[in-house]
């Protein structure tokens, strides 16, 4: 080893031994990794490195003696890297506890599985028969596990928790790859006490013990790393476990349950939850907690808690409806829909401003983004709510008696405003055409629409709420396609919301109306103008070819031209009367 690394060691080692104040913890995370890197270069023997760094760190319990003679002899990696100019194990055994942690992360990312899997022969003084012991399973988890409880601040745990979650990741690309099976196979004596498990219960307990700790933790990144680690012990216990072991499901379920059991208003349950889906199927979660559907929607009171519950119902329902399809596939939708489909309802029809507001934002969205014909059955039920049939169908529509009674339960203005939040996310998600002809009865072009009466529109934009009314004029006003002439159905609902909302005299409501209005004469002009190119372009066409007629489309244009601008005259009038 040239004087440089030694150089390096000795800067490296300093900086693990200054002050936080002087260079800052970043810096120390750096060094340690530094490092490292540097016992990693000069490793010749996997073993004998693991020894010497776990006696350095403090890793090996107090009570056992290592049996050294088993461990093929080299010379000490931390003397040969100082160049005999500094005793790094000593320097190392009186760092800090967080100059500590900082060599054991570095240790995790630095240095080869092989090495952190190595199987050291040691005996406990009070036993006859030696057993093995693990750096990485069991030297650094636990070591990790600690520093998680006894953090200073709450910077400190940062950095532990994340300590541990690159020590899970390790676990895990260990146990894929097959590299701690490797070692076991040639480590494993016939001598041994008894066959070595890399992950047994007590170390899960440990790493549960921090996820549990830390999962609301005030730091937002720590919680970011506890939900990681968490998912990471979920896959490390699925690889462990046996073929027909059902000890794993069990502890899947325990793991549910107590998370089930936690109020709705706690944000962190709901990513730890997601995490479960796909180990607890959303059936058995349903069997565990059937208020499941309830308590989301009771987190849709917080708008800060709404995206965590959402993030998760996404996954709980794409998974429901898997399972369904697998065990089903002829009756999985209804089934899907009798089991969702009803609370979607009753959130969408609640009486609290805000869980309305994230179910028709959130929820709906998600639901229709997972079976879109979901929009016309929840716009059939919520138009059929009063027509309730005794055996528990309603013909028309194939809605369950559960729906149809939250529905019903409803009044008509809250009706209506569930209604328009179905057209509006229907629209937006490409499910709707542009104009209203498509969802009002007569539908187009002799198509059925979705079956909405003219009258609701009417009731809609001259509703009680001014969310509602703002709603329903932006599905009249505004148009997927910028030069699309306005309707007749559209143009008699302006006519008819008009003289309401003209008069309004809250400023947030004035404000919106005439930003959806602006759009709309935008819309206008851009349509008008489109017109005036076809009719130019008509004229000179049957110019050249002899006869001077309009083409049949121009005519239907122009009838509708003639319409809008009758509108502008009797609005351009009310204004000035």
């Known amino acids: 080893v040239g004087p440089e690394v030694s150089d390096i060691t000795r800067c490296l080692v300093d900086t693990l031994k200054s002050s936080i104040q002087s260079l800052g913890r970043d810096a120390s995370v750096a060094a340690g ?114 520093e998680c409880h006894v953090g200073v601040d709450g910077h400190y745990k940062y950095h532990a928790v994340t300590g541990l979650f690159i020590g899970m990741q390790q676990v895990k690309a260990s146990l894929v790859s097959k590299i ?30 921090v996820v549990w700790s830390n999962w609301e933790d005030p730091l937002v990144p720590t919680v970011k790393q506890v939900q990681g680690i968490f998912t990471l012990l979920m896959d490390v ?41 796909s180990r607890v199927t959303p059936k058995r979660m349903l069997e565990l907690c059937p208020d499941i559907f309830e308590s989301i929607l009771i987190a849709f009171q917080d708008d800060s808690i709404c995206y965590a519950a959402c993030t998760f119902l996404k996954a709980f329902l794409s998974a429901l409806r898997t ?80 729906s149809l009674e939250v529905v019903r339960a409803s009044s008509a203005e809250q009706r209506v405003a569930a209604v328009i939040a179905c057209v509006k996310m229907g629209r937006a ?72 909302n003209m008069r309004c005299t809250a400023s947030s409501f004035r404000n919106k109306w005439t930003s959806v209005f602006r759009k709309f004469l935008a819309r206008c002009r851009a349509s008008m103008d489109k017109i005036n190119v076809q009719k130019r372009a008509q004229a000179k066409h049957d110019e050249n070819r002899g006869y001077g007629r309009v083409g049949k489309g121009t005519v239907s244009s122009s009838e509708l031209a003639y319409s809008v601008q009758e509108f502008m005259e009797s609005l351009i009038g009310s204004l000035l009367n």
């Open 429 to 500: 998600l490409g499910l709707v055409s542009g104009d209203l002809e498509s969802v009002v009865l007569e539908g187009v072009n002799g198509k059925d629409g979705l079956g909405v009466p003219r009258a609701l529109f009417e009731s809609a934009v001259t509703h009680l709420e001014e969310s509602i009314r703002i709603d329903a004029l932006e599905l009249v006003c505004c148009h997927s396609k910028s030069t699309a002439l306005p309707t007749e159905l559209e143009l008699a609902l302006l006519r008819h919301s008009l003289p309401l």
């Open 323 to 402: 399972e369904l399809t697998k065990e089903s596939p002829q009756d999985s939708l209804e089934h899907w829909r009798k089991l969702w489909i009803p609370h979607l309802l009753k959130g969408m029809l609640s009486n609290s401003d805000h869980v309305r507001a994230n179910t028709n934002q959130h929820a709906l969205e998600l639901t229709l983004k997972i079976e879109p014909p979901c929009l016309d059955f929840l716009v059939h039920t919520i138009l059929a709510g009063s027509n309730i049939r005794n055996d528990g169908e309603n013909t028309s529509t194939g809605s369950s008696i559960a």
């Open 237 to 277: 216990r699925q690889l462990c476990s046996r073929s027909g072991d059902h000890s794993v499901n069990k502890f899947f379920e325990d793991v549910a349950t107590k998370l089930l059991k936690v109020g709705s208003h706690r944000k962190g349950k709901y990513a730890l939850l997601k995490a479960l889906v």
């Open 180 to 209: 701690t099976e490797q070692a076991i196979s040639q480590g494993q004596c016939e001598n041994m006490s008894r066959e070595y498990d890399p992950f047994p219960q007590t170390t899960e307990q440990m790493v549960l013990d």
């Open 33 to 146: 990794v530094g490092l490292a890197s540097l016992c990693r270069i000069s490793c010749s023997e996997a073993a004998a490195l693991a020894l010497e760094l776990a006696e350095a760190l403090k890793l090996l319990p107090e009570t056992v003696i290592v049996s050294k003679q088993e461990i093929a002899q080299s010379p000490s990696v931390l003397a040969t890297i100082s160049g005999g100019m500094l005793d790094v194990s000593e320097a190392l055994s009186s760092l800090s506890e967080f100059g500590r942690l900082c060599v054991i992360r570095g240790c995790l990312v630095a240095l080869p599985k092989m090495i952190i899997n190595v199987l050291l022969p040691i005996q406990d003084r009070m036993e006859s028969i030696p057993r093995y012991w693990s750096l990485l399973y069991d030297g650094v988890l636990p070591s990790l596990c600690r």
